[in-house]
């Protein structure tokens, strides 16, 4: 249960926002500019469906307008609500300026619980939400440019991508009003595991840093670390996969909706994953012990902490409980402000939100790019690429001959060597180079400042700076 007094999740994006701007010197008003959310536009519409009309409430936020387009996802579900939206879109405006992504904060949202609808229901609530978006501009190549959220994909993101385009016909970048859409509909390679595959980056990056394993009190490199992820949804499930099958990570805990599995020998994520897709839940599952109170296994003994689903999941009830020396925030917001007080104090290391999971807008800002560009990435210069690789191998492949038993070129060289770089493997080149660029930013600024005792209030600094540098270039 979480506390009364705990801070509501916009209240809590403010707290850390507040902690932030205290160590910074900027201009009278310019911080108050920067934390408010600029406009929340909220829509009702109805939707006949089963023979009478339904009424969908939904919302659009734009927290900064310092860059544009805004960009920000489009999230489905029950507990959609004003101030959620609002603290999702301030975060996004924080995350797109640590990442050097173009862009100001938004996100959207529609109360709904999409697994009460069918596939042709859904495309008809989607379409109309993004009607009522795009007939205000809230939907827009050059003005704001939603993405996947929770509950929703690229089969939304698809619908919605069509919708915009039946409205602006002769609007040749149209693809790029929404990313996340699948490859056929102008999306990217590598977008839907982007989230998950930053976490695993961001964590390469984390383990590559002595002083700051240190600082979290641990040793040694991600191999054979335990951890546990709370929810298999995309985030969690490509960020487990990924750390399990190529950093040698045991997963020793899934939480899920209905419980959660543990085994101290690891899980196999696949395996969990194909059952929740063929039995709604995490129950039965044969090889690992389900628990059934699952978010009791968030306080369970582990290396790492994964929380990749909702918000305010780490709160002041179950802060000084948490075990692990390091938390990586998969989610937006899983952390309270209170409870991240509690858990500074004993020393927990939080690899925050706006850095752990800005793969997934960062590869949204490739795709964005490709639209804009209508040419896939690598396409002119692959086969170039092949080919002068191609000269070398086969100069080596003379001394391999002439130099006989004394040198030989390892087996895989050629093969590895002369493959050109594709659309796939430009994209993980990209945001690999996002991820550790970020986190060094931040890093400079946690050991660089006394009074900076964490990473978070370390991404605040650097994404207010920045925010605050776009301001003053425009003048205000
Ligand atoms: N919904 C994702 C997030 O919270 C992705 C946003 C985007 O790609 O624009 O970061």
């Given at each position: 249960m ?23 010197d900027?201009?009278p008003?310019?911080?108050?500019k ?10 009702r ?11 969908f ?8 307008e310092h ?17 959620e939206v609002?603290?999702l ?13 173009p862009f ?10 999409p ?8 495309e ?7 009607y009522?978006?795009a007939?205000?501009?809230?939907i ?9 959220d ?6 939304e ?11 602006n ?5 149209s ?37 700051d394993?240190?600082a979290?009190?641990?040793s ?5 670390k ?6 298999l949804?995309?985030v ?11 950093d ?12 959660a599995?543990?085994?101290?020998d690891?899980?196999?994520?696949e395996g ?9 839940g ?9 628990v059934?109170?699952?978010s ?10 994964v ?6 999941v ?21 952390v ?11 020393g ?7 850095y ?5 807008v960062t ?8 639209n804009?560009?209508?040419?896939r ?12 690789n ?9 001394l ?28 993980r ?11 060094q930013g ?5 050991h ?7 990473l978070?209030?370390?991404?605040y ?12 270039a425009?003048g205000?």
């Open positions: 979480t506390p009364a007094n705990e801070p509501s999740f916009r209240e809590s994006v403010d707290i850390m926002f507040n902690r932030a701007v205290a160590l910074m900027l201009p008003g310019l911080e108050e920067i934390r408010v959310c600029n406009a929340t536009y909220t829509v519409f109805g939707v006949r469906l089963r023979g009478q009309i339904h009424t409430t939904g919302y659009r936020s734009v927290h900064s860059m544009e387009p805004v960009k920000g996802g489009i999230r489905f579900a029950m507990g959609v609500n004003q101030d609002e603290a879109a301030a975060l996004m405006t924080y995350k797109c300026a640590l990442v050097e992504a100001g904060g938004s996100k959207g949202g529609l109360r709904i619980d697994r009460e609808w069918d596939e042709h229901e859904l008809q609530i989607t379409r109309r939400f993004a009522e978006l007939k205000r501009d809230l827009h190549p050059s003005q704001n440019v939603p993405a996947p929770m509950g929703t994909g690229e089969r993101m698809a619908w919605i991508a069509d919708q915009y385009r039946r409205m016909t002769t609007d040749i970048n693809r790029a009003c929404v990313t996340g859409k699948p490859i056929n509909a102008g999306g990217i390679q590598g977008r839907t595991e982007a989230t998950g595959r930053g976490v695993q980056y961001a964590l390469q990056e984390f383990f590559r840093h002595p002083e394993i240190k979290a009190g641990m040694g490199t991600l191999d054979g335990r951890v546990v992820v709370q929810g949804g995309n969690g499930y490509h960020a487990a996969k990924f750390l399990q099958e190529e040698g990570c045991k997963i020793t805990g899934i939480i899920e909706r209905d419980g599995l543990v085994d101290d690891g899980i196999d994520v969990v994953r194909s059952w929740i897709a063929k039995h709604g995490v129950t039965g599952y044969p090889n690992a012990t389900h059934e109170d699952g009791s296994v968030l306080e369970k003994d582990c290396d790492i902490l929380p990749a689903a909702l918000e305010g780490i709160h002041m009830g179950n802060a000084a409980n948490i075990k692990a020396p390091l938390i990586i925030e998969a989610a937006n917001g899983p309270t402000a209170g409870a991240d007080e509690i858990l500074r104090e004993k927990c290391v939080i690899i925050p939100d706006m752990a999971n800005a793969g997934g590869v949204s800002y490739f795709e964005w790019v490709k804009l560009s209508h040419i990435f690598g396409r002119m210069s692959r086969r170039e690429e092949e080919a002068r191609e000269l070398l191998v086969n100069e080596l492949n003379k391999d001959v002439h130099l006989g038993d004394n040198w030989s070129m390892s087996p895989d060289f050629k093969k590895k060597y002369m493959r050109g770089a594709g659309e796939l493997e430009l994209v080149s990209g945001l690999d180079d996002t991820m550790r660029a970020a986190y931040m890093r400079e600024k946690w660089s400042q006394d009074n900076v005792t964490d978070r209030t370390a991404a600094l650097v994404s207010i700076g920045k925010v605050a540098d776009s301001y003053r425009l205000l």
